[in-house]
């Protein structure tokens, strides 16, 4: 009689993309290994081959739906940096109007309808009971809130982008179509409520975050390395240079984006089709560094926004910097929420917002190569072409933002395995009633 | 009494999904109607949970993404089997997407590329534990299993889902139109002659005038029209991500004969401004293609 066994879960749900889940526990539920798998991929970086460069960044986006807009944007950005293209001053306002309404959404997605079910339902919660259909039904104002939240910034990249999923407007050399008046009135008329809501938003992440402070400050807490994009020490999300922070906290690196070969390795593992990118120089698995809200916070000294810049206060007065804990990224994504939306209201303020000047009439072709990156949701999103001279694509190499995590959502998952299967530490974690009964 | 629903996501980018989250405040009268049973994105069920429904159990099943891995050949296999009528979702689902145009070349090159020379891959190898394998090539699930109904788009709107949805649940046929972008766009066209193409980066576009007549590829003249002429509307060609017209089978081939008479130019010329004509015809129904069924097939004798 041995107790060894394997538990697959099969599949993760509540995530964006196909995944699944093997834990081997050996004599006495010793976790002998966690393999987060990922099950699908569909060869894009092939399959770009042979395009025309301009038409690249329409394929491209559709790597994903829920955040098309960054990979639109750092396709566009790579075929410029081909090409050597600068676009006008206000087609890059329009784009980082674009990038933060999507940052908005996206974010108000993840935290209601995929986190916050373990939250409000509890994480032992019927599996039935703990999504946002639910939410909506047992919570309408809360359901009501997230989708307010989410149709703005959807509302907002369908007016810049002509649709909310798989925009196209963004072309080498600037926007097809300028973002008209009509639309800036709207979305200005509707900030007041936007804000409101966001303020609503933050009263409920804050509820959370105190009810699960034992969760949050014990529970799958791993060091690793950490990637994100700054701009003189700033938070910034559209265009500057990489910093990559060590497990101590020590800014090791600070590079433009076209050297990221130097930085960048890409492990693939056996037992998944995304690879795990880690910071090179470390090796692997040593270097596996993590992107999205919590590195961006992490790298950042601060957040070029005042409300945002309290919010990270408050959090680096409870966690310090940086924070290993793998839950504090729903903290770091809420204050990321706060930052979308002051952009976005500093930019629409912006007079040359509006204007008709946002593309270039005379862009050519050429062979080069270029790296474009911004920060999606996911984290930091790297394209990067090779063109020949009449402007067709002949390579690609694409380091998708989720890639940067996988590693180090890995650790986590092992870390939290042990808590489980060895120490059974969830049996005393302090948990809230749930709002969800 | 709520409707027994499942959404299944195959290899997809899960646009469709977040389109019918774009629904928003429509969401609330939608939601009370359906008692979801599988719908991974959302909901807490595992693949065991479909595999134990009864077979027909499922009312409406509605199947985003295509078969690039085994898994989703498997996936799909259950949906049908579990469905009273199977909805084929979005363009993935219904003409292959655009990962079909992965069908140009041989599964081993596309995994070749992607997991060992890739230029940042420090370790190339071809994950294997644990995982589905490849299908050899992209295929419309259409042509996998039998579907009721078909609603394509890239994603479809909201609005298109929303009105599939409602005329299933209010048990009335749905049919596709059979018109096209161009009878929805409002620029004025003049059914000029077209000596000269320009690239969409090329130039300032006349946000009034047709953007064919201005010689930019738009391919609404031969796309179905339920997107409302998104694209075209802000000044951008459309590329048919929503596939053909009904009747049509091979898109591609439609927009390359429609072109050749409003084109004055020889097919050396078109050639020429047209490099990659399976990019530029054949966005995301490559795989529906006689063209990506012959080159399949000769990739598979080859291997």
Known sequence: MTDERTIRIEPVTRLEGHGELTIKLGKGGKVKDVQFNISSTRFFEKFLEGRLAEEVPRIAERICGICPVPHLLASVKAVEAAWDVNPPSAAEKVRRLFLNAKQLSSHGLHFFALAAPDFLAGPFADPSQRNVVNIIKSLPDVGKLALQVMEYGQDLVSAIGGKSIHPVTATPGGMLNPFSEEHRDNFLERMEDLKEWTTDTVELAKKVVDDYWDVIENFAVVPTYYLGMHYRGNYEIYDGRLRVMNPEGEIVENFPAKRYRKYYGEHVPDHSYATHIYYKPAGYPEGVWRANSLARINVADKMPTPLAQEALEELREKLGRPTHATFAYHWARVIEMIQAVEEMEKLLTDPEIVSTDVKLSDVEPKKGNGVGVVEAPRGTLLHHYWTDEKGIVTKTNLVVATNNNIGGIEKSLMKAAKQVFENKEHENLNLPDPMIK | ?303
Not at chain 2, 90 to 98: A, F, Q
Not at chain 2, 192 to 198: L, M, R, V, Y
Not at chain 2, 223 to 246: D, E, M, R, Y
């Open chain 2, 1 to 303: 009494m709520a409707k027994r629903v499942a959404f299944t996501q195959l290899s997809s980018c899960w646009g469709c999904d977040q389109s019918l989250v774009d629904l928003h405040l429509g969401l609330l009268d939608v939601i009370p109607e359906l008692e979801i049973v599988y719908w991974p994105a959302v909901v807490d069920y595992k693949l065991k949970d479909l595999e134990n429904l009864s077979d027909q159990s499922i009312e409406f099943g509605f199947v985003e993404g295509s078969c690039r891995t085994k898994e989703d050949e498997h996936l799909l296999k259950v949906m049908r089997k579990k469905s009273q009528t199977l909805i084929a979702w979005g363009s993935c689902s219904c003409y292959g997407g655009v990962q079909g145009l992965g069908n140009q070349w041989s599964i081993d090159e596309l995994m070749e590329r992607k997991f060992k020379t890739a230029d940042t891959v420090t370790n190339g190898r071809i994950p294997e534990e644990n995982m589905p394998g490849f299908t050899d090539h992209v295929k419309a699930n259409t042509e996998i299993v039998p579907f009721e109904l078909r609603i394509p788009g890239c994603p479809p709107t909201p609005e298109n889902t929303l009105e599939g949805l409602t005329a299933l649940l209010q048990g009335k046929e749905y049919k596709l139109p059979n018109k096209t972008v161009c009878d929805e766009c409002p620029k004025e066209r003049e059914h000029k002659t077209i000596t000269e193409f320009h690239r969409t980066h090329e130039g300032k576009i006349d946000p009034d005038r047709c953007l064919l007549d201005q010689g930019y590829l738009c391919l609404g003249f031969a796309t179905i029209s339920l997107c409302g002429a998104q694209c075209p509307k802000v000044n951008t060609p459309c590329k048919g991500c929503f596939g053909p017209p009904p009747g049509v089978i091979d898109h591609g081939a439609k927009i390359i004969s429609a072109l050749g008479s409003v084109v004055d130019m020889d097919a050396e010329e078109l050639r020429e401004h047209f490099p990659d004509t399976i990019g530029s015809f054949y966005f995301t129904d490559y795989a529906s293609s006689y063209l990506s069924k012959i080159t399949s097939r000769k990739n598979k004798e080859e291997s």
